[in-house]
């Protein structure tokens, strides 16, 4: 069993978040070897940090301290595969756009913290737009982005199986 079916099945037999269970790793006695343990206890502490920075921390801040503190910047740009490349460029850029976002937010005197980022990022799709000049348009988008979506009707151009 793994380590993350472990800590499920303890949380679900408590009641409890898993959450929960990874807080007080140190306190119960959990079928767990201590080197697990600490690995765990050490990315409780990582996130109970940046928990502890939102409320003062722009989210530029937060997220390029992420982004270096887990190392997956690191870890990115050594895979020198095309996918490896992709995904560093991937994450720079998400992190170009949250340092905008906390540039124009600073310039304008708005609140530049994470949940106002996350906010705004979540509210820029205009899928969930009324207005009746959008009405009667098609909307060219990735499955994906359709996703829990409603729409009258969908089509699905360039499908080829296998």
Known sequence: MTTVQKIKTYAD????SMWSILSNLQTA????NS??????T???NLIGNFSDR???DNAYDIASGIANSTGILTEMYNDRTPEGVSRHENIQELLNGIKDFTQ???EEGKDCKMPVFLEDVALLTDQDSDKPEDRNKVTLMTVHSAKGLEFKYVYIVGLEEE
């Open 29 to 32: 006695p959990y079928d767990l």
């Open 54 to 56: 939102l409320d003062r």
């Open 104 to 106: 124009n937010a600073i």
């Open 42 to 44: 050490s990315f409780c």
């Open 35 to 40: 080197g697990t343990i600490k690995k765990l």
């Open 13 to 16: 037999d408590a009641g409890v």
